[in-house]
């Protein structure tokens, strides 16, 4: 069966510092792969996807980055969080080929901002 | 543009009745899809459902229902006999039929709160 892991669950960062979120997936391969953002009592917000090895699209301008440097992993990245930033973090994953696929969930990282 | 909207913000009810969680969809692809995904406390997104815009029969599975209308682009959500195991924040979600990627619209959520 296919797993997503996500880390850390929780990280409290300073304004101004770098970040880095990481997310595997196991049991699948070549999958697509997501990076939402779901700020205190909203939707969530697409902010990257991914269909293959180095293939990154972004769908909101910001502070925030992606990455894909193997083919079940996924990294989010900034260079200096703002204030903005803070919220909680999802990854996931779904079967390549078309737009009608579920997508399954980690369980999140809660980014604080201080 | 997709837009999604859930406009219950909260719901309370008391165990064993039936609570209906509502979704109205904006979007101008004559195919498309819905889901609806359930958020537990601990805050991991859990699927529940996936439809087809083709594909209108309803559906039932064990306590869950869900009710599609195109005519009215609704999605609706009814859980019977609730429990409190049911308590968690619901999003309907909305994707295009547009490349391989299943970009998902959402809403901003039901939260469904069940007391004893």
């Known amino acids: 069966s296919q797993t997503i892991h996500q880390w850390p669950a929780t990280l409290v960062q300073p304004v101004g510092s770098p970040l880095s979120l990481e997310c595997t997936v196991e049991?699948?391969?070549?999958?697509?792969l997501y990076w939402y953002r779901q700020a205190a009592g909203r939707g969530l917000q697409l902010l990257f996807y991914?269909?293959?090895?180095?293939?990154i699209s972004s769908e909101v301008p910001q502070n925030l980055s992606a990455s894909r440097p193997q083919d079940r992993q996924f990294i989010l990245s900034s260079k200096k969080l703002l204030l903005s930033d803070s919220g909680f973090y999802l990854c996931?994953?779904?079967?390549?080929?078309?737009?009608?696929?579920?997508?399954?969930f980690g369980d999140g990282t809660r980014l604080s901002i201080l | 543009a997709q837009k999604v909207t859930q406009a219950q913000t909260e719901i309370s009810v008391v165990e064993k009745e039936d609570v209906t969680l509502d979704c109205v969809y904006e979007t101008r692809d004559t195919t498309y899809y819905l889901f609806w995904y359930k958020q537990p406390p601990s805050g991991e997104l859990v699927f529940l459902i996936r439809?087809?815009?083709?594909?209108?029969q309803n559906e039932i599975s064990g306590r869950y229902s869900w009710n599609f209308q195109k005519s009215t682009s609704s999605f609706n959500f009814t859980i019977t006999a609730s429990q409190v195991v049911d308590s968690a924040v619901y999003f309907c979600a909305l994707s295009g039929h547009t490349g391989t990627a299943s970009k998902l619209t959402f809403g901003t959520g039901t939260r469904l709160q069940v007391t004893l």
């Open positions: 439809r087809n815009s083709f594909d209108e």
């Open positions: 049991g699948t391969s070549n999958p697509n």
């Open positions: 991914s269909v293959g090895i180095g293939q």
């Open positions: 996931a994953w779904s079967y390549t080929g078309s737009s009608n696929q579920p997508q399954h």
